[in-house]
Structure formats: structure tokens, C-alpha cells
């Protein structure tokens, strides 16, 4: 009877140990606010151009060529963007670089764009503008 109960209790201990292994919480790096796993995953300058440069070639139709050129104006805004970003400046002066950035980049797509393209990339940022707006006015911890 001793016997199979410490066989019993071996056994079991054996089939338990694997469970005890298992992480039992996320990563805090993946997990936003209410524990709601991030869409966005930080990435390089690089690739943030080249998906975005991707998504606009796409929405927009564009030629290989046009597309190059997109390609390096979205790589030179990521790369200063993320210059600014990891900078010691103070937030406002932060804000005020990442405007300029962004208008220098409005006016080099102007040189790259057809006028009609470029009214839907606006509109594109029109959409993508609502769209966060109504999510943070929807957002329970706003409230």
C-alpha cells in the first residue's frame, strides 16, 4: 500500500512539473492598457518606411520609380522622427520638431505626388485621424 501510494505521489509530481514551468502572466512589454495586447510593436526606421511605403504604393497605384523615391522620403522622415524621438529635449520642443519634420515631408510628396494622389493621401490621414480620435473618445480610461 506504501508502495503505490509514493509511486502515486511520483507519478504525479512528474505529470505537475511541466505546469509549474509555464509562465502564468504576460510579458509587461506586451501588454497595454486593461492587459490588451499591443498592435503596434516598435520598429526600425527602415521598416516603417518600407510598410509604409508599401501601403501608399498600394492605395495609390504607383509605378516602381515613384515608389523608389517614396521609399526614401518615408525613410528620411522615419529616421529624423525617431532622432527626435529618443532626444533629451523637453516635450514641446519635441512636438515643434516632429511638425516641422512632417511639413518637410508633406512638401517632398508634393514633388513626388500628382495633385489628385496627393488629395488621397490626405484623405487617407483624414481617415486615419477620425479613426483615432473616436477610439481615445471611446476608451474607457478616458472617461
Do not use: C, H, W
Not at 500500500?1 to 502515486?8: E, H, R
Not at 505626388?113 to 477610439?135: C, F, G, I, N, Y
Request: charged fraction near 30%; glycine fraction near 2%.
Amino acid at each position: 500500500m506504501l508502495k503505490k501510494t509514493a509511486f502515486g505521489g511520483l507519478i504525479l509530481s512528474l505529470l505537475a512539473l511541466p505546469l509549474l514551468a509555464q509562465k502564468t502572466t504576460p510579458p509587461a512589454a506586451t501588454a497595454g492598457k486593461n492587459n490588451q495586447t499591443l498592435r503596434y510593436q516598435p520598429t526600425d526606421p527602415a521598416t516603417r518606411a518600407r510598410r509604409q511605403t508599401d501601403q501608399m504604393t498600394r492605395y495609390l497605384s504607383l509605378d516602381q520609380a515613384t515608389s523608389k523615391k517614396l521609399y526614401a522620403v518615408n525613410l528620411d522622415r522615419a529616421q529624423k522622427a525617431e532622432a527626435i524621438m529618443k532626444g533629451t529635449d523637453a516635450s514641446k520642443s519635441k512636438a515643434k520638431a516632429l511638425r516641422e519634420n512632417t511639413d518637410a515631408y508633406k512638401t517632398k510628396l508634393r514633388e513626388i505626388l500628382t495633385p489628385e494622389q496627393m488629395a488621397k493621401v490626405e484623405q487617407m490621414q483624414e481617415q486615419r485621424q477620425d479613426r483615432a480620435r473616436s477610439s481615445r473618445e471611446n476608451d474607457p480610461v478616458n472617461e
